[in-house]
């Protein structure tokens, strides 16, 4: 069989996504996500204008033979845009195979490791009790990790920061959305002023204040955002240590992979990194090294099941593990794509689980259930998503960008 039509939807239910619909020539259509936060019409060209004209008539069971050919022949190989465009395929294909064998994907990719997947929630509050409310919702929810991010005095909006509606969850989006000016404005990214300084001083004691309410066994994680010099991602690295996090992630810009070695020599706090890389070359140093414990890419964005389960064939090696990436802006379908593999690898750490909103639900329906602590990606064939084009067709794309972080003496900072 064939691979006959490639079509790709955009769809803006609550926040943009981006999924690739591969139908063959049998009639078997797979679904794979190529959403790519803020820079989305990229890969939509990327697909419709020079993928989808070159896999027509291939044989879509040859699924390494197209990852490879798709990797290789623009020339121009990983980045962001191509990777993404090479996970929705492979996803696509990945979810055609299962469907045609009858089995839910993880049953291809070697049968399940475990019963599920230990997950962490995104747990915030401008303040510490605010942020101790926030976690009490989600230990009762039967969460076992959650990671904490908490506002810090004298600076206004933080990125990942965000007070729970009364009662709800944390339904924080960061990329803002484009609002629609007078004459049409360009939508540009928001500047927010930030300090480390008053980070460093700050964060151990909203740990304190956690430990201090929850005690020991929870598991708590916490995003750097790629914000420290490396000196600074050591001292807080450092600093964390009595309150046993089980990660700290993106404490430098990740693509510097050598400063990591700066950092472990100060310390034994679990670092995690990868969520904006896209290969496994991205890595090299990293997981050669043991400079990392856990791989933060996700599917979507790392080159899909295959682009993944490669880094995690990789890390394996080295002993460590997978922490795959899961908010929001990677959907239903690479979330499950995730979880599939995530239930097959030996290697598996934790799964980051930021819920999609009722809207995106309503576009997206899945498979994967979340209990007692643990999520798991169902037993209906293929990845178990489906897209009810008619409900994303409701939802026009609307231009979104995530914000830019600035020193208060208005340099652009790294994150
Ligand atoms: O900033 O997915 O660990 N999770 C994160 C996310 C990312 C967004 C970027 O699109 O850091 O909130
Ligand atoms: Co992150």
Redesign the pocket.
């Known amino acids: 069989m064939a691979i006959d039509r490639i079509d790709v939807n955009v769809t803006s239910p609550g926040r943009n996504f981006v999924t690739v619909k591969v139908t063959t020539s049998d009639g078997i259509m797979g679904l794979g996500d190529g959403t790519l936060?803020g820079r989305e019409l990229s890969v939509v060209s990327y697909l419709r204008d020079h993928v989808a004209p070159t896999l027509i008539g291939r044989d879509e069971s040859q699924i390494e033979s197209i990852w490879q050919y798709l990797y290789r022949s623009p020339y121009w190989r990983r980045g962001p845009v191509t990777m993404s465009a090479v996970s929705a395929i492979d996803m696509a294909l990945w979810d055609i195979a299962a469907k045609k064998a009858g089995e839910p994907l993880y049953k291809l990719l070697g049968g399940a490791s475990r019963s599920g997947l230990l997950t962490y929630a995104h747990a915030s509050g401008t303040t510490i009790e605010k942020l101790n409310e926030a976690i009490h919702g989600y230990v009762e929810d039967g969460f076992r990790a959650v990671r904490i991010q908490a506002g810090v005095p004298g600076l206004d909006q933080i990125y990942?920061v965000h007070d729970a509606a009364p009662g709800g969850k944390y339904e924080y989006e960061?990329?803002g959305r484009a609002t629609a000016g007078a004459g049409g404005t360009t939508m540009r990214p928001t500047e927010e002023s930030w300090d480390t300084a008053a980070y460093l001083r700050h964060l151990p004691t909203v740990f304190a204040g956690v430990r201090d309410e929850f005690g020991t066994e929870l598991r708590l994680l916490h995003?750097g955002?790629h914000r420290m010099t490396p000196i600074e991602a050591a001292k807080l690295a450092k600093s964390l240590e009595p309150y046993d996090p089980f990660w700290l992630?993106d404490c430098t810009p990740g693509e510097d992979q050598a400063v990591l070695r700066l950092v472990r020599q100060h310390s034994v706090t679990p670092l995690a990194i990868g969520?904006v890389f896209n290969s496994v070359y991205d890595y090299q140093t990293l997981i050669t090294e043991r400079l990392i414990d856990y791989v933060r890419s996700s599917a979507t964005h790392a080159g899909g099941i295959t682009g993944l389960r490669q880094i995690m064939s990789f890390a394996a090696i080295y002993g460590i593990r997978s922490g795959f990436?899961g908010?929001t802006?990677v959907s239903p379908v690479g979330m499950a794509a995730n979880l599939h593999l995530g239930l097959a690898i030996h290697n598996f750490g934790i799964q980051?689980y930021m819920p999609h909103s009722e809207s995106t639900l309503s576009v997206f329906r899945t498979s994967y259930r979340f209990e007692d602590g643990l999520l798991h990606p169902g037993d209906t064939p293929g990845l178990g998503v489906e897209l009810d084009e008619e409900a994303a067709a409701k939802h026009d794309y609307q231009p979104a960008y995530?914000p830019v972080n600035r020193l208060r003496d208005g340099t652009v900072h790294d994150w």
């Open positions: 936060n990942g960061p990329a995003d955002h992630e969520e990436h908010p802006d980051e995530l």
